[in-house]
């Protein structure tokens, strides 16, 4: 009995001790599982720091694209830059439409209507007897013309002499350019003219196409400068009927030419911004059997207002019609055989 008594109280000592032992090793496990466990939240941690940094790395990506779209852009803007560049012209190569007996290269500006007064006296020869040709037979022109669109001008005119009429057209080809790049003006100036008087035996009228003359003038102009312009105009003249002879044998020849070429040099030098210096000679180029024009030559002054254009001159053509003076001018300027002429322009613009 008392045996029992020495080895009951150990068991429960024994007891203690494994308890003991398994709640530190159990302990130790949950000690030992969370230090495991930190790495594993580290790592993830670095994981989502390597997709943020993957994520900053993107954004030079963005910016590429965004200057890919304002290269685009610049280009766009680049190829809009450039814009229409506006073409000057030179101004008042002629103050007019008429320099003497000449046209000039100038087409008024659209909606202008211009009415002219053409006169020329008788020649100077005969001295104090008709007053230098002043109370001599004198021959007259009342002219209209109108621009209806740019460039063009379309006019009507008649004469006392040999009681004509004529429409006449006027068209601006070319104008010189303030840059040079188009360094003249070429003016096509052209007019049908109709010998209205009746048909007697001083008239050479067959059928109607009879009583028409033509005339086509190509205007070739350039402003050197504020002073001076200087323009050259070969032209042909046209007479649908001209008077004949006939020969020994019956036949009728020609005296003039139907058609009849020329050339004509024209000029200005102002003097002052009001008036300037005018000098024209027109030399005929075909030769007839007979009878052949002698050259125009003429000169005078020029003086301008803001509606008016006054010139005065001499000179030995005295016709009002242009083919008349190129076909039948048989004035010599070395023999007297000038006169005085004026020409008055009015211009309104609509």
């Not at 008429?98 to 659209?110: A, C, F, G, S």
């Not at 004469?159 to 360094?183: C, F, H, R």
Request: glycine share 6%; aromatic share 12%.
């Amino acid at each position: 009995m008392k045996k029992q008594n020495i080895y009951s109280p150990a068991i429960p000592v024994f007891a203690r001790v494994c308890l003991l032992i398994a709640l530190c090793s159990s302990v130790g496990s949950v000690i030992a599982q969370d230090t495991k466990a930190k790495p594993v939240v580290e790592k993830k941690a670095k994981v989502k720091d390597t997709v943020a940094t993957k994520d900053a790395k993107v954004k030079p990506v963005s910016e590429k694209k965004t200057n890919v779209k304002d290269a685009v852009a610049a280009k766009d803007t680049t190829a809009e830059a450039p814009a229409v560049k506006k073409i000057s012209y030179i101004k008042n190569t002629f103050e007019g439409n008429y320099l003497i007996d000449e046209q000039t290269v100038m087409v008024p500006i659209k909606g202008t209507f211009e009415f002219d007064i053409q006169h020329r006296f008788g020649t100077v020869e005969h001295g104090t007897t008709d007053l230098f040709g002043i109370f001599a037979s004198a021959k007259m022109r009342l002219g209209f013309s109108y621009v209806p669109v740019s460039n063009l001008q379309v006019g009507f005119g008649a004469t006392n002499e040999k009681m004509q009429v004529d429409w006449n057209l006027k068209y601006a080809l070319l104008k010189q350019t303030k840059d040079g790049s188009m360094p003249i003006s070429v003016t096509y100036y052209g007019d049908a003219a109709m010998d209205t008087r009746k048909k007697d035996n001083t008239t050479l009228f067959v059928t109607t196409s009879d009583r028409f003359s033509f005339f086509n003038q190509l205007i070739i102009a350039r402003k050197f400068s504020d002073k001076l312009s200087l323009e050259v105009s070969p032209n042909v003249s046209h007479f649908n009927n001209l008077q004949g002879y006939q020969d020994a044998s019956g036949n009728v020849l020609p005296i003039l030419k139907n058609d009849n070429f020329a050339v004509a040099f024209s000029g200005r030098y102002k003097i002052s911004d009001e008036s300037a210096l005018i000098a024209s000679y027109a030399q005929p180029l075909t030769q007839n059997p007979a009878n052949n024009p002698r050259p125009g030559i003429s000169f005078g002054i020029e003086m301008k207002t803001s509606g008016h254009d006054f010139e005065i001159f001499v000179g030995n053509y005295s016709s009002l019609i242009p083919q008349n003076n190129y076909i039948y001018n048989q004035n010599d300027f070395n023999k007297g055989q000038f006169l005085i002429g004026f020409n008055i322009s009015r211009l309104w613009n609509f």
